[in-house]
């Protein structure tokens, strides 16, 4: 079964820093692209950050370009999110999805974890 | 960028009911389109991609069509377990970007 658990999540100060972590298991996790997806409390989802099977092509939403750094560790099967700057509008759950590719040509996020908790406040 | 909207933000329906979901994009986006439910809690399922393709595992009550700029969810006969919000994504030919619609509550008329 694939399982995408993540972790790490808790209450930061403003300014502070966090790194959320994302266990796999199930499937070839150096075989994937994979992705960070916030929700604000009450509001939407957001496309956070994307990282390619190898770690060498990233991309980050605008709103966390030089703030958020997302990584893995193909040996450990795990991705992880690196939070720095912390703002409040930065409070959110915090989810890891798998990109798996589709033919033609598209990447959707078909398994998701449940999600760790990021509350900014003084 | 490309944005989209949803309609309409909240609907009420009863069970048994047919129920349809319109996204809009700003520019087109051919059939480059997914949608999700989430319930509340829990994280995003996808149930369709490729505008109309049904994900294993989805009932087939939920379909999806359309292509372009402007896209519809379609639940036949809606069940007890579909009220949930549900959102539509663009997607990517290469995973650069995504963006996701506003999303759509569907709640218990």
């Known amino acids: 079964e694939v399982q995408l658990v993540e972790s790490g999540g808790g209450l930061v100060q403003p300014g502070g820093t966090l790194k959320v972590s994302c266990a796999t298991s199930?499937?070839?996790?150096?075989?994937?692209?994979m992705s960070w997806v916030r929700q604000s409390p009450g509001k939407g989802l957001e496309w956070v950050a994307n990282i390619k099977q190898d770690g060498s092509e990233k991309y980050y939403v605008d709103s966390v370009k030089g703030r958020f750094t997302i990584s893995r560790d193909n040996a450990k099967n795990s991705l992880y999110l690196q939070i720095n700057g912390l703002r409040a509008e930065d409070t959110a759950v915090y989810y890891c999805a798998r990109l798996d590719s589709r033919p033609p040509f598209y990447y959707v996020m078909d398994v998701w974890g449940k999600g760790t908790t990021v509350t900014v406040s003084s | 960028d490309i944005q989209l909207t949803q309609s309409p933000s909240f609907l009420s329906a009863s069970v048994g009911g047919r129920v349809t979901i319109t996204c809009r994009a700003t520019?087109?986006?051919?059939?480059?389109l997914a949608w999700y439910q989430q319930k509340p809690g829990k994280a995003p399922k996808l149930l369709i991609y490729?505008?109309?393709t049904l994900q294993s595992g989805v009932p087939s009550r939920f379909s999806g069509s359309g292509s372009g700029t402007e896209f519809t969810l379609t639940i036949s006969s809606l069940q007890p377990e579909d009220f949930a919000t549900y959102y539509c994504?663009?997607?990517?030919?290469?995973?650069?970007?995504?963006?996701f619609g506003p999303g759509t509550k569907v709640d218990i008329k």
């Open positions: 520019h087109d986006i051919s059939t480059y």
């Open positions: 490729a505008a109309s």
């Open positions: 199930g499937f070839t996790f150096s075989g994937d692209w």
């Open positions: 994504q663009q997607l990517n030919a290469y995973p650069r970007r995504f963006t």
